[in-house]
């Protein structure tokens, strides 16, 4: 019941087999990464990945860390 705290949507994803992802696309003030999550179709990751290609692209976040990694 604790680990639905924290994340209650991503066991939905992992049972039916649909693509999800999570992208960093925000900052907090404390430097740490706020995420969205994408959900494909089944068997459509593909979609996915061009999407998350994408978001890199106009907003990048390869080189950006939480504080204290």
Do not use: C
Not at 10 to 36: E, R
């Amino acid at each position: 019941a604790k680990m639905f705290e924290y994340i209650p949507f991503t066991p939905l994803f992992n049972v039916t087999g649909q693509p999800a992802m999570s992208v960093p696309l925000h900052w907090n003030a404390a430097g740490l990464p706020i995420g969205l999550q994408f959900v494909g179709r089944l068997g459509e990751d593909a979609t996915l990945i061009r999407l998350a290609a994408q978001l890199e692209r106009g907003r990048p976040w390869f080189d950006r860390r939480p504080p204290g990694f």
